[in-house]
């Protein structure tokens, strides 16, 4: 019973997250995520213990629509879970399983950690144990904008069917799951859906439906849904049929809702179903086959045309009336009211900054969590270029090293993005202010050194996407409170093809004395040009000094030949900040600035990679090679440490 409604609103509700090499597949994928946190070896014992999990997933998932287990010890022991929709067979539920398990493993190869959606059902696996813990940290709002001419009721509607379904789910189903459609016109139904994986108390289960219900905004917007790791959410409108046809609608659910119909595993309703009710049921399903078909090819050529134009997104200068539809599937919409009192109407007292497109504000959610809010320039249209980037590119990538995007907001020609509160600022801040700078022992140093170089990595290699930063510099660094650092400010990013080396521009951004020569004089970028400013970054950090404090009478004229001449009279050590004291591995520090003069060679093509940086940043076995003259160098008067900075 509605299956296929349903199943023509989730055509509807995810299609915009179809990647075009699982576009054939007819359950249609809705969105995967893998966790670089942790790897596995081809042969190693845990991925003989996820296989076994996997396995056995997918011979229990079809007596009951969910199963978790765990194979193995610690610390090679695999947990796994599948779930599948309330109201599907069990056929179609083994075969989404089944189609799962060989999608996941092939878009996250190595990873641990590794979750997928489709439409029918869900399935996730890691080397921690997350049974019966409600994990909201992947959200995915997907929303359209077509606005209904009465508001109030809609809002009132929507707020009882939504919660509604929330308590049925969590409390009176056995499955986890509600369905409902109530009339909001004679004519135009609306249908509402909740799930929770039954691992979940039914507290837990509530309390999940309860955040995702929160964030799904807007007046009349539709086709709104959010999902998560523990429970999906969502609501559609759809016009009747016929006016004699009946969906199963009924008056807003209260909190005693009717149960919803199941299918018995060879597709018989478990109800009495006479005859007559059959041939009305077939009278349904074939029409609404047919319409899912066209939907089905409608999205498909949307989707293969969105991918087409994707990449000139990054690059192309758009109408301020199309950003909205260009980004709304990256990353959640939070409301400008919830921005509002999380800032205290960005008041002056939470300003952290202020950069070219406008401020950044400190907040404060309801719930606790702290934000950093960038408030776009209304005059700026720089800005909305560079907000752009941020929200389709940041929104599309998840690596321990990358400042994460909580969401976005775009309200009464307001533009601002939410991200993750890191609450020791910037690298920069710390290596301008002595006082600050004296509390970076070489440790933290050398912990900020290596994990800025694998958020490169990932940019350049391990992602999706093949990204050029372009920017990289200490105040694009944050620091969370465990000051590991995140790569930031994603502003003037380049998405490449995974093939593309290089690429030209007229126009020359970002900041110099981190420009490499080739993008600075002649306008080319490569993964190369970012290795370059990692490398002038490198020596900053080891220094304690930045690039821009150089210059100037008895100084000497960059940080490069402040270095350079220093490591060939062989006094490479004297570079070192005197803050962090002589109790360090000289080995360790002599390396780091070696590295740092591989990256910033004048030659782009004798730097390495970063995937060769990282390797000879953690494995001191590793031999280096002998860095030659850097860019922009010129013999002057090298200064030691003894001059005040």
Known sequence: MDFSVFHIFLLILFSSTIPTTL????????????????????????????????????????????SNTSK?????????????????????????????????????????????????????YSDQNFFSIVDTSVK????????????????????????????????????????????????????????????????????CLERIIKNMTGVGKQAVGGLSRSCVAGYQFSENLSPDTDHGAAAPPSSSMPPVPSVLPNGTS???????????????????????????????????????????????GHSDDRFEAEVWYTAAQ?????????????????????GGFGSVYKGMLEGGQEIAVKRLSRTSRQGLQELR???????????????????????????LLVYEFLSNNSLDKY?????????????????????????????????RVKIIHRDLKASNILLDKEMNPKISDFGLAKLFDMDETQANTRRISGTYGYMAPEY?????????????????????????????????????????SFVWQNWNEKKALEVKDPSIGDEVQAEEVLRSIQVGLLCVQEDKAVRPRMATVVLMLSDLSVTLPKPSTPAFFIRGCATSESETH
């Open 334 to 354: 939070i409301d400008l009211a919830t921005l509002k009192r999380a800032t205290d109407n960005f008041s002056d007292e939470n300003t952290l900054g202020k």
């Open 23 to 66: 576009s054939d597949d007819p359950l249609f994928y809705v969105y995967y995520v893998c966790s670089n946190d942790s790897n596995y070896t081809k042969n190693s014992p845990y991925k003989t213990n996820l296989n076994l999990v996997l396995s056995t997933l997918y011979s229990e998932i079809s007596s009951t629509g969910f």
């Open 520 to 560: 600075a004089m002649h306008g080319q970028f490569s993964t190369k040009s970012d290795v370059f400013s990692y490398g002038v970054l490198v020596l900053e950090i080891v220094t304690g000094r930045l690039n821009s404090s150089f210059g100037g009478s008895g100084r000497a004229p960059n940080l490069l």
């Open 431 to 463: 290596l301008a202010d002595p006082t600050r700078r004296g509390t970076l022992n070489w440790r933290t140093r050398h912990k900020i050194i290596q994990g800025t170089g694998r958020g490169l990595l990932y940019l350049h290699q391990e992602s």
């Open 140 to 207: 995915l709002y997907i929303q359209n904008n077509a606005q209904t001419t009465d508001p109030k009721r809609f809002r009132v509607l929507l707020g009882q069917l939504m919660n509604g379904l929330a308590t049925y789910a969590a409390f009176n189903s056995t499955r986890m799951f509600g369905f409902k459609a109530i009339d909001f016109t004679s004519s135009v139904k609306l249908y509402g859906l909740t799930q929770c994986t039954r691992d979940l108390s039914q507290k837990d289960c509530y309390a």
């Open 72 to 124: 193995g010890q610690p610390p090679y022991q695999a947990y796994g879970m599948s779930t599948c929709r309330g109201d599907i067979t069990s056929t179609t539920c083994s075969q989404c399983v089944n189609t799962s398990i060989h999608a996941i493993t092939q878009l996250c190869p190595r990873q641990k950690n590794a979750a997928i959606w489709y439409n029918d059902c869900l399935l996730r």
């Open 389 to 415: 980037n941020e929200v389709i590119l940041v929104g599309k990538l998840h690596h321990k090293n990358l400042v994460r995007l909580l969401g976005y907001c775009m309200e009464e020609q307001e533009k």
């Open 270 to 316: 478990i109800d009495n179903i006479n005859r007559k009710n059959k041939i009305k049921a077939c009278s349904i399903v074939i029409p609404l086959v047919a319409v899912a078909g066209l939907v089905f090819l409608v999205c498909m050529c949307f989707w293969r045309w969105r991918t087409r134009r994707l990449k000139n997104t990054f690059s192309s």
